[in-house]
Antibody, heavy 120, light 109 residues
Framework: EVQLLESGGGLVQPGGSLRLSCAASGFSFSTYTMNWVRQAPGKGLEWVSGISGGGGSTYYADSVQGRFTISRDNSKNTLNLQMNSLRAEDTAVYYC?????????????WGQGALVTVSS | EIVLTQSPGTLSLSPEERATLSCRASQSVSSSQLAWYQQKAGQAPRLLIYGASSRAAGIPDRFSGSGSGTDFTLTISRLEPEDFAVFYCQQYGSSQVYTFGQGTKLEIK
């Protein structure tokens, strides 16, 4: 059974940093592109970042480019998102999502989400 | 960047009725790159349809997708009480960029 479990959410001041992690199990983690998708309170879904199976290619939405860094540790089946220079508009539930295909395209499994609140 | 516009914003129907949700793209999209998700309150989204018309694993056959070019449709043939939720379309673009529509809320009438 595929499981994705996020951790690391919490309250942070504007300009601060936070690191999210996602522990994956139940599938060949290193085979698949992995992603972060967020949802601001009461709003829709926004793709944030993705990383190829081997970790050599990373992708970012314009809204987080230069502030967020995605990484993965295939030896530990873990996906990470380092978030710096956080802004109020980054407040959201952050979901870890597995791609349907090794190359990406769609998200077939999601974690339960980690809430990040940016506020003074 | 392709923009996806979903309509209607809210759809009020009764169980056993047929639901038709629309997703319109700002420019032509390959049908292989279009998906639909269902999200219930307090839960993560669930993949329903990918490649515009292929059902994801475990999805009942009352859910179907169709369309091409700029117009795509999600149809629920006969609504069950557990189907009421928010639905999102999603497009996979070049260079691993993904966009979502703003969502359609399907509520019980």
């Amino acid at each position: 059974e595929v499981q994705l479990l996020e951790s690391g959410g919490g309250l942070v001041q504007p300009g601060g940093s936070l690191r999210l992690s996602c522990a994956a199990s139940g599938f060949s983690f290193s085979t698949y592109t992995m992603n972060w998708v967020r949802q601001a309170p009461g709003k829709g879904l926004e793709w944030v970042s993705g990383i190829s199976g081997g970790g050599g290619s990373t992708y970012y939405a314009d809204s987080v480019q230069g502030r967020f860094t995605i990484s993965r540790d295939n030896s530990k089946n873990t996906l990470n998102l380092q978030m710096n220079s956080l802004r109020a508009e980054d407040t959201a539930v952050y979901y870890c999502a597995k791609s349907l295909y090794s190359s990406g395209w769609f998200f077939d499994y999601w974690g339960q989400g980690a809430l990040v609140t940016v506020s003074s | 960047e392709i923009v996806l516009t979903q309509s209607p914003g809210t759809l009020s129907l009764s169980p056993e009725e047929r639901a038709t949700l629309s997703c319109r793209a700002s420019q032509s999209v390959s049908s292989s790159q279009l998906a639909w998700y269902q999200q219930k309150a307090g839960q993560a989204p669930r993949l329903l349809i990918y490649g515009a018309s292929s059902r994801a694993a475990g999805i009942p056959d009352r859910f179907s997708g169709s369309g091409s070019g700029t117009d795509f449709t999600l149809t629920i043939s006969r609504l069950e009480p557990e189907d009421f939720a928010v639905f999102y379309c999603q497009q996979y673009g070049s260079s691993q960029v993904y966009t979502f529509g703003q969502g359609t809320k399907l509520e019980i009438k």
